[in-house]
């Protein structure tokens, strides 16, 4: 995950703890697939004269949609039911760190680097789940996803790059890193996708 920038690695005892309860982190990770939908429509609704931007988080949007009803099939099919929306606590300090100050480009700048960083720990973390998981239909379905966030991952960091002053976008971004490697010590004891 070298790619990735990542302060730190998930301890793979993280995977041990999913196998023992997967409803719960299938619950919790549809309800992570619905907030990245909702955080891509959202930037649409803010960002909306970006012809390239727009295009491209539709294709975002989608495919999470797509990933929230794949999870949800993985639900029922097990016999399992949807449980209520979870509040995840990583990506709501990730949240609190995001600059809510200076121009509208510099607000955008920093939610797709906030973007960029759930989808790269989301990446990390899936890897995490297809190289430890005992469920052979979940090694496939987390190495798909894996992928998918790979590719999330960077568009968000080349928009960012794009819209903003690529030395400043890069030393925000270093910040993010540091941020985020502080943060995750405190993850990975719960059967949820960032918990």
Request: proline letters at 1%.
């Amino acid at each position: 995950m070298a790619m990735l920038g990542l302060k730190l690695k998930t301890d793979p005892y993280w995977a041990r703890i999913v196998n023992t309860n997967i409803e719960e982190v299938l619950t919790d990770h549809a309800w992570c697939e619905q907030k990245a939908a909702t955080n891509a429509i959202t930037m649409i609704t803010y960002n909306s004269e970006y012809t390239d931007l727009v295009t491209e988080l539709l294709t975002i949007a989608k495919e999470e949609l797509e990933h929230f009803e794949q999870v949800h099939n993985l639900i029922k099919q097990r016999g399992f039911t949807l449980g209520r929306e979870r509040k995840d606590h990583y990506v709501n300090e990730l949240f609190k760190f995001m600059k809510k100050d200076g121009s509208r480009t510099d607000a955008l700048v920093d939610r797709l680097l906030f973007s960029a960083m759930i989808e790269a720990r989301s990446c990390e973390r899936f890897k995490v789940l297809f190289e430890n998981i005992k469920d052979p239909e979940l090694v496939t379905f987390y190495k798909e996803l894996m992928i998918s966030e790979a590719g999330h991952y960077t568009t968000f960091l080349g928009f960012a790059r794009k819209y903003g002053d690529e030395k400043k976008v890069n030393q925000r971004w270093e910040e993010w890193l540091q941020f985020e490697g502080d943060l995750i010590t405190n993850y990975g004891k719960k059967e949820t996708i960032h918990g």
